[in-house]
Each structure stands twice: as C-alpha cells, then as structure tokens.
C-alpha cells in the first residue's frame, strides 16, 4: 500500500472513531467539517507519497476595503504560529489555515492527524476574535497585535525579531 493510500486509510479511521462525517471526491482528497466554539470549519485535506496538506477554510467575509489590513494581521499571525500559516485566496475570496507535513521522513502515524486537525483547529480558535475584530473595525490592528502579544506571551529575547506590521505590504496606491 502506498503511503498516500495509507493515509487515506487512516484518515478515515480518525474521522471514524471520532463521529466525525467526510466526503472523498478522490482518493486522494477528504473533505469534513469540524465545529469548535460554535466556529464551523471546512477541512479539506490532500494527500500524495510525499506530503499531506490540510486546507481549513476560516469562516470571514472579508470586504475589499479591509483585505490590506487583515493582510497585515495575517503577516503578524504567520509570525508567530510554528505550524501552518493563514492564506488568502484571491480567486475564491476565502482566508485559508493550511498545514503541510512531508510524510516520507516522518512515517506514517496516528500523531499525524493530530497535528493536521488539532493544531488548526486551535490556532483558529484561538486567533479567530482577533480577525472577526479587526474585520468588523471594532479593533485596531495596533490593539490586536497587543492583546495576541499578551496572550502568547512572547519572551523579550524574540520581541525584537518580529516583522514590523508596515512592512507587511506596499503602500496603498
């Protein structure tokens, strides 16, 4: 059995085991819905011999006059997430948190789906006030950035290498 079969395979089970329902559009692709903190999430996870991607669609609209500034916020959040990183689609007008494991140094383990499920779903819990405030304009990227600070604690040693929020992105034209 290949590893992308293997894979599948016991993604399944995961999802099994854990009541929860999924779709196969392939074999290579599984699509479910998890929801946390009344937060409905879409995964759609793909797999092949060498990696396994997990797509996790995050449920904001987001309007053109605030896509710059939730860029920038995603710049911030990407800085201080180790695993995976947040996505904008521009085709599709949907923000993505996807995570990546190459599999082929890895194995294949049961640990495995913990990292492609459980680590998106809390980052995005965790992180998800700060992008519905920042959207809705009911908080400033500045107080976001403070109160992400405050909760993830970061070390004064690392504070200084963080990115600076207006490097995010060329000035608006």
């Known amino acids: 059995m290949s590893i992308k079969d293997t894979v599948v395979k016991q993604l399944q089970e995961y999802l099994e085991k854990d009541g929860i329902s999924f779709s196969s559009s392939s074999t290579d692709v599984i699509e479910f819905e998890v929801t946390v903190q009344n937060i409905n999430l879409e995964f759609t996870v793909f797999s092949s011999d060498l990696f396994t991607v997990s797509y ?5 609209n987001i309007s053109q006059e605030n896509l710059e500034i939730i860029y920038k916020l995603m710049n911030y959040l990407n800085s201080n ?3 995976g990183n947040f996505e904008y689609d521009l ?5 993505y948190y996807r995570i990546s494991l190459v599999l082929e140094e890895r194995g294949v383990t049961y640990e495995i789906y913990d990292h492609l499920l459980n680590y998106p779903l809390f980052t995005i ?3 998800m006030p700060f992008l519905n405030g920042v959207n809705s304009g009911l908080l400033s990227l500045e107080d976001a950035i403070t109160k992400i600070d405050a909760l993830i604690e970061i070390p004064p040693e690392d504070q200084e290498t963080k990115p600076e929020i207006s490097a995010a992105l060329p000035a608006a034209s």
């Open 91 to 95: 085709s599709a007008s949907s923000l």
């Open 56 to 60: 996790t669609l995050v449920p904001l």
């Open 125 to 127: 819990e965790t992180y």
């Open 81 to 83: 997430t180790p695993f």
